[in-house]
Each structure stands twice: as C-alpha cells, then as structure tokens.
C-alpha cells in the first residue's frame, strides 16, 4: 500500500519562509546591467566602477554596460538613474557626498535616502600641481594664494566634486581665493593641470596617481589629516602639517540603486557585497595602487559611513552661496 506524506498549512508556510531569504538573494538578471557613471571616462568614478563592475559581472553571470554620462556635475546620469524605469537594470555611481548635496543644489531632487549605497573605497584629495609652478610644499602654494587672491587656478570636476569640496575646506581653514576652472570630470581635470592649462588640482589620489609616478605633477599635501602612501611615489604628507587641526571626512565612492526596485535585485548584491567584494584581490589592488582605502559597506553602514562628508559638503557649499536651499530643510543638519 503506498503511503501518502501532506503537509500541514503551517508547515508548509514554514518551509516557504525558509527559502524566502535564499530566493531572494539569487536574482539571475536576465539581460545587460546599465550602470551610469554620470562623470567622463577615465576618472575616479570610472576607474574604480570598471573594476567593481568586473567582480559583479562574475557574480551575476550578466553583462554590465558602464554608461559615461557626464554634465553638471554628475547631476544629470544620476537623475537619468533615478528617472529610468525600477526593474533593477538601471544603477549609477560615484562619490556619495556628491549624491547627499544635489538636493541643496536644486539640481537633482533627492537625498542619500533614496537609494541603496554599495561602497567600495573611500578617496582622498591631492594638492598636485604642473611641475613648472614653484610651489615645492602646501605651505608656499597656501601662502602664495593669500599674496595672489584669485589669481591661482585650480582645475576641478564642477561644483559638487572632489577637487571642489577640497577647496571649500582649505578657503574655510585659510581665508584663501582662488579661480576655479571647471571640466567634466576628474581626469580631465588631471590632464589640464598637467598640460598647464590650470597651475593646480584638489582632485582624489586615485585620478592623479599616474601623473604623480610619472612627475608630471607634484604632490603637495593629502586634503586631510592622513598622509597616503602611494606605491612608486612614496608618501604624500598630509595638509594637516601644514594647517594645525585641519581635517576632512572620507570621500566614499560606490554603487547606487534607486529605491523601489525589486527586493531581490537589492537582496542580490547585498549578498554579493557581503560575501565576494571584501574577498577581491582587483579591488584591493586597485586601491593600494591608486591611494585609496579599500572599505567595502553597504546598507545602514554604508548610510553611517558617508553622512559626515554629506554634511561638510552641503555646509560649505551653502556657506559659499551655491546652494538653493538651506541644508537642513532637506534633512542634512549643520555638523556640530
């Protein structure tokens, strides 16, 4: 006589609640990711999404498409991120101290809240100059900007980047001026300052590493109280030497989907930055190569993490009239 086995309701409910979590963490997309990098080629956001998108790609068994999207400074491939369709096929990038201060911009209507944050480094800015400029440490470069107000120019990658909030902290620290001469993107940036297009760039370690192992520029001083070391340079000290108290919170860069796409697509790369990016010899390597700290977060950590340079950043921003709105009315309160 065969026997028949039947679960009950409640066991039955069990074991699908078991699975849940399992299920939801192995989304398969079922074709190619579009992440744009809303700044150009070649760039901190680029360099280091090339390589995190390389670890997904095995992870996922998908194709990544990186989209370089860049303009006002970064605001329009975020919103092209955020307007596009929430299946989970559309991601963007970059700095998150970047994506928190669009909204006091008016230039992209959200805040760090709405998105899912997959960190992977956080970056420092560099004081390089053109080799041909005089200056041989921060403290003549400082001093020179205080005989020349105005006059120096300092290549950066717009309003909300890198090389312009490094900027904000040394003219709040010093009382400095300067001129500012504005690309689409940190490379860029990089590549003028190089060509004697612009006497400076505040921009990240990572997007002038190269040039400084070639002595195309000269690093003067980290935007930070922490020297770096970068391998075949050797260690570049930090402003902090030079400025008694000066300090800078860390510029996180990663990866960002929208709110409101399906859970199991979040699940997913949850999981995938849980268990295989903090493994990843590329990234790593990426970061010790290009002096950055390679600190992969994501969820509430992640949320934590990058909500100190969100506040230094809208708050200088604000306090130098660029933004629309005051800070705190969009939930950014001034840091204490």
């Not at 970056?123 to 020179?144: H, L, M, T, Y």
């Not at 994501?298 to 009239?321: C, E, M, R, T």
Request: proline share 7%; net charge positive; hydrophobic share 40%.
């Amino acid at each position: 006589m065969q026997k028949r086995f039947f679960l009950s309701a409640a066991a039955a409910a069990a074991l699908i609640a078991a699975a849940g979590p399992a299920a939801a963490q192995n989304w398969k997309p079922t074709h190619p990711i579009n992440l744009i990098v809303p700044w150009a080629a070649g760039g901190s956001t680029d360099q280091v999404t090339r390589v995190a998108a390389a670890e997904l790609e095995k992870a996922l068994g998908q194709t990544i498409v990186i989209v370089n999207q860049p303009g006002a400074s970064g605001a329009i491939g975020t919103k092209s991120a955020l307007d596009a369709p929430k299946d989970g096929y559309t991601w963007t990038a970059g700095a998150a101290q970047d994506l928190g201060t669009y909204q006091t911009l008016g230039s992209v209507n959200t805040s760090i809240h709405d998105w899912h944050l997959f960190l992977n480094v956080a970056n420092i800015q560099v004081i390089g100059v053109n080799p041909s400029r005089p200056w041989k440490n921060a403290k003549e470069f400082i001093d020179d900007m205080k005989a020349k107000p105005g006059q120096i120019s300092v290549a950066t990658a717009g309003v909300t980047s890198a090389g312009h909030n490094a900027m904000d902290f040394i003219v709040k620290a010093t009382g400095v001026k300067y001129k500012e001469v504005s690309y689409d993107g940190g490379n860029p940036a990089v590549v003028a300052t190089v060509s004697g297009e612009a006497d400076a760039t505040t921009q990240l370690a990572v997007e002038q590493a190269d040039m400084i192992r070639g002595k195309r520029l000269r690093p003067l001083a980290t935007v930070s109280d922490k020297p770096v070391e970068l391998e075949g340079y050797g260690i570049i000290p930090p402003l902090s030497d030079t400025i008694k108290g000066f300090n800078a919170p860390a510029n996180y860069f990663g990866i960002f989907i929208p709110n409101g796409v399906p859970d199991d697509v979040v699940k997913t790369v949850e999981r995938i930055w849980r268990d295989v990016i903090p493994k990843s010899e590329a990234l790593r390597k990426y970061a010790t190569s290009r002096g950055a700290l390679f600190n992969p977060l994501y969820g509430d950590a992640a949320q934590k993490a990058v909500f100190p340079a969100i506040q230094a950043n809208a708050w200088n921003l604000h306090a130098s009239g660029k933004t629309k709105v005051s800070p705190d009315t969009v939930g950014i309160p001034k840091p204490q």
